[in-house]
């Protein structure tokens, strides 16, 4: 249903982005927790609106996976100019084809409101996403205006940012942890993170100080 609606969106779908403003778009991907060099997968992608923008953060090391269900909408993305730093993923958010603790960060820009099954979306995203790796949900409006936008509009009505408390249940349940929250007039910024980064950096540090001895 959800795949079907955004099929049917995709030829006017960059037509409708163009509207956006672009530069609350750079100023969003300068605000995530990407470096250069990250692998980072944006589900979601749709036409690649955000790609541009998630391409600057990560350099000529980095790596982006676009994924989308709606092949229609990836097809889109996939006949824009990334010179092989983007690979694309024809996948439910529920179901990523990819192995565990594969990606530095996960971001999620005006896409997950649609996913279906948001429980089935976290736990994925905690299993592809390193330890230490940072997710990110995001809109470069509030969580009401987004809500309200979708509520007229009958084939996504029902599908919302949940509210904060059920946001952070959520989150939690699915293992993750460092939750900030962020929802004012000009963005919603939903960040979280998975555990146990810090104790692979120690080991590091702690070889490096040996050597050092
Ligand atoms: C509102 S569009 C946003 C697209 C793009 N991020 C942008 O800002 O222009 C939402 C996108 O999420 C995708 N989507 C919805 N449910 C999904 C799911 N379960 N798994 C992967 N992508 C999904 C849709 O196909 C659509 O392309």
């Keep these: ?11 006017i779908w960059d037509e409708m982005a163009a509207e956006r403003d672009q530069s609350k778009l750079r100023q969003m991907a300068a605000r995530l927790d990407i470096w250069p060099g990250s692998t980072v997968l944006d589900i979601g992608t749709g036409t690649g609106v955000f790609l541009p923008f998630l391409r600057q953060r990560i ?18 993305a996939q006949t824009k100019a990334f010179d092989g730093v983007v690979a694309y993923l024809n996948a439910d958010a529920a179901h990523i084809p990819l192995p565990e603790s594969f990606v530095d960060s996960v971001v999620c820009y005006s896409s997950f409101p649609h996913f279906q ?3 089935g979306a976290l736990a994925e995203m905690y299993r592809v996403l390193r330890n230490g790796g940072s997710l990110h949900i995001c809109h470069t409006s509030c969580r009401e205006a987004i809500n309200g936008l979708h509520n007229g509009i009958p084939e996504v009505c029902h599908d919302v940012i949940p509210e904060e ?4 249940l959520m989150l939690s349940e699915a293992g ?38």
Excluded: W
């Excluded at 910024?189 to 040996?210: H, M, N, T, W, Y």
């Design 1 to 11: 249903m959800i795949r079907t609606y955004f099929n049917g969106k995709a030829a």
């Design 117 to 119: 099954d948001k429980a």
């Design 165 to 168: 408390r059920e946001m952070r």
């Design 59 to 76: 350099g000529s090391e980095g790596k982006i996976l676009a994924l989308d269900i709606a092949e229609e909408m990836l097809h889109r």
């Design 176 to 213: 993750f942890a460092d939750v900030e929250i962020e929802d004012n007039c000009e963005n919603y910024l939903c960040r979280a993170s998975k555990p146990g980064g810090l104790e692979g950096f120690g080991v590091e540090l702690e070889a490096d100080i040996q050597r050092l001895r």
